[in-house]
């Protein structure tokens, strides 16, 4: 394996030099909106696309200039100023991973901005929706473009708030407000990992400095030291990429309004822990090393599980809410091989970032014609009425099931035959998930634009406005070359390899191997399956029961089930045990004091009779006592 | 020889002592309370007289005068009490209680 090229130290100055000007554009955008917020109602959505905007033109720059600079030169520090004296000094690691990053953060993320003008036009918030916006922008450059863990950390959290904002944007709706709550929660675990594997880092090697680490790991560290910090972070990468077993959260986040579902929850945050693996790769080496297989079955499991929820859910958001999950575990079980599968991993998260959020907002733009309507089954012959999300729509489509020559071909194929070669159990694993890929997206793509009209009595199905089919036409465009681009001549591998190391052998690209003819025949057989149950034959409108097996989907797997017996249940039991403790033990000692005094002193206040002859034989007889005592100590 | 008198003293306190808890009428309680201070002076005035000193006498006179005002302040409130409740009982002065 060819190691990753040393970071230097960025000196002159130039666009990487003003990189933190990509994190500070949006930043201040949310900035302006959240502090004079309705005075910026009327402008406040151009001014975050503007801002947006601004930030995807420094990447462009940025990335042409690290293009000039040769390959040794490619992995650019840039210090900033010192954050913690003595410990962490803030910087940029501008290198060809951050950049693909940022370019994909910026440029999906504009294009997002330009659709929410559109999609959030007759909401009353939409200055506070585009604030978040910027806001989760900001966040997720400070993420991949912090050279050190506190500044990934940083970012992280505020992906994190973002999400939280944005998914319960509409807080009125109890369901968005506890999604946004349920995925908060669930984050934290996942930023547990992360915190943990980051103490562990800085008490071992005395540095969270990306470049610094990789020296101090280089120079050797115990096996034991590296798995423990390898399991840790992935932790944290299933908390943000919605991986099992901390996947839950990512189905309830559809609360919240389309745009946020493709930007956050598909094209980038949910991508974040992929970042992670791929970023922290010296703790993943040797390849096949315990954590380094970790990630590879985490990808695997979660996959399957992913692409087994989506094929029962007639929300159409949730179906892709699970297309998502099934993605990112074929980055997981990417970025788990080691440099082999690093470039197909980001790759593919490229490319779904194009394709994904091309179908995601297609929903959205469904939806924005149909009343808000999300069941696939009151769709259905839509795509006479919607040509345009229609087209985008079925390009998404072609792209996410890999047919042949477009985006998604690539991408996971190359991450398919590179597991059957590493970790065959778990390629021919991936391969099964084409297949069900297949069946589910085709049953989606079938219940919503083919068949009969089954729409609700009030739908007037209409073409969205062209500040929201621009963005699809330029994301489809984007899922139908980007892939090839990337991936055929390995043109992605050798712009990545100065930052993530490159595999000994080149591969090189071959359509007819068996795990790809294995794909291919499987994503037919799911997709022809599909045809039958829900493109020929009718849909019914309500759900019907379904099979065990559909009833363990439909419920996502039991995975809210599971939660609420082995956590929620136990950490009820252990609240009332400290409320009874409380109520009866601590309250029973107060209150018992207070209640003795209270009962003995009304006792005592019977003395006092009102009897002015009482008081005196009281007095009479405490005088006598008195005086017999002072006779008796006189005596002694 | 002044045992007599300590004898006198302490028979008058007694007498004193019983009228103050068994009359209820406030005035006969009140010069029970007088008979009382006076059975203490006596008592006072012939211990001075054993010892050969004045203080006892003294002491005597300030229980005089502190009795006069106690006379004029207690008699005060007795007629008080009686034009108020047309009673002079000390038990029927009963309200301030628990």
Known sequence: ?636 | MTTHYLILSGLLFAIGALGVLVRRNAIVVFMCVELMLNACNLAFVTFARQVGNLEGQIIAFFVMVVAAAEVVVGLAIIVTIFRTRRSASVDDANLLKY
């Open chain 1, 1 to 636: 394996m060819e190691s990753p090229v040393e970071i230097v130290q960025h000196t002159a100055g130039g666009v990487i030099g003003a990189s933190w000007l990509m994190i500070a554009f949006p930043l201040l955008g949310a900035f302006i909106l959240l502090v004079f917020n309705r005075f910026t109602n009327r402008w406040g959505h151009l001014l975050g696309v503007a801002m947006s905007l601004a930030s995807f033109v420094v990447a462009v720059l940025a990335f042409f200039e690290l293009l000039g600079l040769g390959e040794e030169q490619r992995r650019q520090a840039v210090h900033l100023y010192e954050f913690i004296p003595g410990m962490v000094d803030m910087g940029l690691l501008i290198d060809p991973l951050s950049i693909s990053f940022a370019l994909l953060i910026t440029g999906v993320g504009s294009l997002i901005h330009i659709y929410s003008i559109g999609y959030m036009a007759h909401d009353e918030h939409r200055r506070r929706f585009f604030s978040y916006l910027n806001l989760f922008v900001s966040a997720m450059l400070l993420l991949v473009l912090a050279d050190n863990y506190v500044g990934l950390f940083i970012g992280w959290e505020g992906v994190g708030l973002a999400s939280y904002l944005l998914i319960g944007f509409w807080q009125f709706k109890p369901s968005a407000a506890t999604a946004a709550k349920k995925a908060f929660v669930v984050n934290r675990v996942g930023d547990f990992g992360l915190l943990v594997g980051m103490f562990i880092m800085w008490t071992t090697f005395g540095t969270l400095t990306f470049s610094q680490l990789g020296e101090e790991v280089g120079k050797g560290a115990s096996n034991g030291t590296l798995t423990a910090i390898g399991l840790l972070l992935l932790l944290g990468a299933c908390g943000k990429s919605a991986q099992l077993p901390l996947q839950s959260w990512l189905l309830d986040a559809m609360e919240g309004p389309t745009p946020v579902s493709a930007l956050i929850h598909a094209a980038t945050m949910v991508t974040a822990g992929v970042y992670l693996v791929v970023r922290s790769g010296a703790f993943f080496f040797p390849e096949g090393s315990a954590q380094a297989l970790a990630v590879a079955i985490v990808g695997a499991a979660t996959l399957l599980a992913g692409a087994i929820i989506g094929c029962a859910k007639d929300d159409i958001k949730k179906g892709l809410a699970g297309s998502t999950m099934s993605q990112i575990g074929y980055m997981m079980l990417g970025a788990g091989l080691g440099p082999a599968g690093y470039a197909f991993a980001i790759g593919h998260l490229i490319t779904h970032g194009f394709f994904k959020a091309d179908m995601f907002l297609g929903a959205g733009s469904v939806m924005h014609g149909m009343n808000d309507e999300v069941d696939m089954r009151k769709y259905g012959g839509l795509r006479k009425y919607m040509p345009l999300t229609f087209v985008t729509f079925i390009v998404g489509y072609l792209a996410i099931i890999g047919f042949p020559l477009l985006s998604g071909y690539f991408t996971k194929d190359g991450i398919i035959e590179t597991a059957v070669h590493h970790q065959p159990v778990l390629g021919w694993l991936a391969v099964l998930g084409a297949g069900i890929t297949g069946f589910y997206m085709s049953r989606m793509v079938f219940m919503t634009f083919f068949g009969q009209k089954r729409w609700a009595e009030n739908a007037h199905p209409h073409e969205s406005p062209a500040v929201m089919t621009l963005p699809l036409i330029i994301l489809s465009i984007g899922s139908i070359f980007l892939g090839g681009y990337l991936i055929l001549s390995n043109t992605l591998m050798d712009f990545l390899a100065p930052a993530v190391g490159a595999p000994e052998v080149r591969p090189e690209f071959h359509p007819f191997t068996t795990p790809g003819l294995a794909t291919l025949a499987l994503v037919a057989v799911g997709a022809a399956y599909a045809w039958m149950k829900y493109g020929k034959a009718e849909v019914p409108a309500v759900q019907p029961r379904g099979s065990f097996l559909t009833t363990f989907a439909r419920r996502d797997l039991y995975g809210d089930a599971i939660n609420e017996s082995l956590f929620m249940r136990p950490g009820q039991w252990l609240t009332r045990l400290a409320v009874f403790f409380d109520n009866r033990g601590v309250d029973g000692v107060v209150n018992g004091l207070a209640a003795g005094i209270g009962g003995s002193s009304g006792r005592l206040r019977r003395l006092q009779t009102g009897f002015a002859r009482t008081y005196a034989l009281s007095i009479l007889i405490g005088a006598a006592l008195l005086t017999g005592a002072l006779l008796l100590v006189g005596t002694i």
